[in-house]
């Protein structure tokens, strides 16, 4: 996986004008139901925000083709929520693996249209709340307020470490630059274990 990722931002920066597209493609897959445990969106846009902070990729070209992608896919996720409804608990994988939509019920009915917008920053709850909003018929204005909102947010969030990161290499030492990434690192971890309490 770390071999396609690093093929992927190879990709990207030999071919900088492609950079929004396959970021818009990406952030589709990461936010569609089901599909975004096999998207590696969350991790080419952090490695794209350094990208960003070279100068290779234009920060609202990505931001124009990433933020309509993420709300295309929760609003695909919560057409196909609302479309099917009684009939995904049988569907693939729900059939194998119900903890998954059932954690998304339990979330949504904890947090209302609120865990449209927290659900987006988890990567298990990405893949089902917006499945959940629809199969619940929340109200389509509210849930796209939420749908947007988060998105507007996501996008930035994800490039911001790895512009940081890549800033850091151009302008200091190694060891200052392990330094940083072990605080990254240990601030994302810390922001995981507050986003599971």
Same mark, same amino acid.
């Not at 818009?24 to 990461?30: D, N, Q, S, T, W």
């Not at 993420?70 to 609003?75: K, M, P, T």
């Not at 909102?149 to 996501?154: E, F, M």
């Given at each position: 996986m770390h071999e396609f990722l690093s093929q992927i931002l190879d990709f990207i920066r030999q071919n900088a004008g492609w950079g929004g597209p396959i970021l &818009? *493609?990406?952030?589709?897959?990461?936010s569609l139901a089901v599909f975004s445990f096999f998207f590696p969106a969350?991790? *080419? !846009?952090?490695?794209? &925000?350094a990208l960003v902070e070279?100068? +290779?990729l234009d920060f609202w070209a990505v931001l124009a083709w990433a933020i309509p &992608? %993420? +709300? !295309? &896919?929760? %609003?695909?996720?919560?057409?196909?929520g609302g479309h099917f409804r009684e009939r995904v608990p049988g569907l693939w994988p729900?059939?194998?693996r119900p903890a998954l939509l059932l954690n998304g019920y339990r979330f949504f009915a904890r947090f209302g249209w609120l865990a449209v917008f927290i659900g987006r920053f988890s990567g298990p709850l990405r893949a089902v709340?917006? !499945? *959940?909003?629809g199969m !619940? %018929?929340?109200?389509?204005?509210?849930?796209?307020?939420a749908n947007i909102?988060?998105? +507007? +947010?996501?996008v930035p969030l994800l490039l911001l470490p790895g512009a940081v990161v890549g800033g850091l290499l151009q302008r200091v030492e190694t060891y200052q630059v392990w330094l940083a990434l072990g605080l990254i690192f240990g601030g994302v971890m810390l922001l995981r274990w507050l986003g599971r309490r």
């Open positions: &818009g *493609v990406l952030a589709f897959g990461e969350t991790v *080419v !846009l952090i490695g794209s &925000g070279a100068g +290779i &992608g %993420a +709300i !295309l &896919g929760d %609003a695909v996720s919560y057409w196909v729900f059939r194998s709340v917006p !499945l *959940v909003a !619940l %018929a929340m109200p389509a204005g509210r849930f796209q307020a909102a988060s998105a +507007i +947010i996501w």
